[in-house]
């Protein structure tokens, strides 16, 4: 036999690889055994939540509600103009639209406000930690919030590139700059914020603190789209 023959006998020969096979990254995790998972946290949390309870399910369709509200309502006028032609501008259209999302978002911070005052209290979130960390949230959040209203000004917040109202550049500075979507996520670091305060609330050692809601209710849905 040639030696090329053998070396191909020994390439070929599964005897000689010592190397072990590779799991698939992916599929790796059809060889997780999910039984064996420890979801006793996981359970006492969803133990907490009442999912059936009137207030909760007012405070979820006020949050599924206002984005496809103001969606719908800006592309169609894109489309057919019919806002800008019944209040006579574009401007004047755009102001009331803005004046209709901010009602909405009170109300949507007023629902989920009730909804989480409703819920039972998950005696592991009532630590000066997680109080703490809902204050950093709701300030890092109404930063985010209230320097994204500065950049844009009422009508680029309120969805006026949908009314033919547009910046004469695209603002790139803070906090656009950092993330794409500022509105957004100050949005959600102020409702989550505001979640993890009223965990603690009741607890004597916060008592001279004003409540949560009215922050939430003064900065967050006059400026959050």
Avoid at 13 to 35: F, I, M
Wanted: a negative charge; one cysteine or more; aromatic letters at 12%.
């Amino acid at each position: 036999m040639s030696d090329s023959n053998a070396d191909a006998e020994r390439n070929d020969s599964p005897a000689t690889d010592n190397h072990p096979a590779l799991l698939d990254c992916c599929g790796g995790l059809n060889n997780v055994d999910y039984s064996k998972m420890d979801l006793t946290l996981l359970e006492a949390f969803l133990k907490h939540i009442h999912v059936y309870d009137s207030r909760l399910c007012i405070a979820v369709i006020a949050i599924l509600f206002n984005p496809l509200f103001w969606n719908v309502v800006a592309r169609w006028e894109h489309r057919t103009r019919r806002l800008s032609g019944l209040f006579g501008s574009p401007y004047l259209a755009c102001c009331c639209l803005g004046f209709v999302i901010i009602l909405l978002n009170i109300y949507r911070s007023h629902s989920m406000t009730v909804a989480m005052k409703a819920q039972a209290r998950w005696e592991v979130m009532e630590r000066t930690e997680v109080f703490y960390a809902g204050i950093g949230l709701m300030v890092f959040g109404t930063l985010l919030v209230v320097s994204s209203f500065l950049a844009l000004g009422f009508t680029g917040t309120f969805l006026g590139d949908y009314f033919g109202i547009l910046m004469d550049e695209k603002v790139t500075g803070f906090p656009f700059n950092i993330t794409e979507n500022p509105m957004y996520w100050g949005s959600t670091a102020n409702y989550l914020g505001l979640a993890l305060i009223e965990e603690n609330v009741p607890n004597k050692h916060f008592c001279y603190l004003p409540p949560p809601h009215e922050l939430s209710i003064i900065v967050v849905p006059v400026l959050s789209v």
